[in-house]
């Protein structure tokens, strides 16, 4: 089959834009990840990079100023994540600005975000400069506790319904106070007498002082309470006499 010369113009056309797509998304995709503009890097260290990989962005003040450039395992507890930056932003960067990991939104890729520095220095930092790390919170502790809590608010829930039905049922001590009536009739019968019985104390308690004030009044009687009232004196004069003696 011969391929004419319209046939080969479409070709030439076809593939001449299919590279020139190639080349502005390599472009596109350079420039984002910082592939052809001037660059510096930084480094810090986590406890767990929380889902981090390498070629996520790096955020600073809301923008993305750089990338994830690699992420090592530097002992069984810590990881090194380096970041590449554009070299437009160093000088907005202090050496007490601090790394820490947050998402792209609620569900978003992870990235790292680059808090702003400049409190303790308003040096800036330079290519290779270590940045102190901010630690993710381990949500896998959380929500292990909230699970623990949810469970324990069931079991919490069930027992108090276990209660409430059998204290309905009638059973139990308050289940029985509070659904027979024979024991609250009995319960309020007993409080009346109680009443009852402290009136008649408040009674007898009155008609004894007023017994014994008419006693002492008496004059048969009045000789015996003077009596007692001046031994109770001399004892009261022979303590304090006593007491003054051993000072």
């Known amino acids: 089959m011969k391929i004419t010369s319209g046939q080969k113009i479409k070709i030439g056309l076809f593939t001449f834009f299919g590279l020139l797509v190639l080349v502005l ?5 350079g420039n984002q990840k910082n592939l052809f503009s001037s660059t510096f890097t930084l480094y810090g260290t986590f406890k767990n990079v929380n ?24 002992n069984d507890s810590s990881a090194r994540v ?4 554009s070299s437009d932003v160093k000088k907005f960067i202090k050496k007490d600005s601090k790394l820490s990991i947050g998402s792209d939104g609620l569900m978003g890729d992870k990235l790292i975000v680059i808090a702003p520095g400049g409190i303790t220095t308003t040096q800036a930092v330079q290519n290779g400069d270590q940045l102190t790390s901010v630690n993710p919170i381990d949500i896998d ?10 469970d324990n608010a069931a079991s919490l829930t069930g027992g108090l319904s276990d209660i409430v039905a059998k204290v309905n049922r009638g059973q139990g001590s308050i289940g029985k106070l509070l659904n027979n009536d024979d024991l609250s009739k009995n319960l309020n019968a007993t409080v009346k007498q109680a009443q009852t019985t402290m009136k008649n104390v408040h009674a007898t308690t009155t008609t004894l002082n007023t017994d014994l004030k008419a006693a002492q009044s008496n004059f048969l009687l009045k000789g015996f309470f003077n009596k007692k009232k001046r031994k109770a004196q001399q004892d ?12």
Do not use: H, P, Y
């Open 25 to 29: 998304g390599i472009f596109f995709i």
């Open 51 to 74: 889902g981090l990989q390498v070629g996520n962005n790096v955020r600073f003040a809301g923008i993305n100023i750089g990338v994830v450039q690699a992420i090592n395992i530097v």
């Open 82 to 85: 380096d970041i590449a930056l």
């Open 141 to 150: 502790k959380i929500v292990a506790k909230m699970t623990k809590v949810i």
């Open 236 to 247: 009261s004069i022979k303590k304090a006499q006593e007491a003054t003696q051993k000072q």
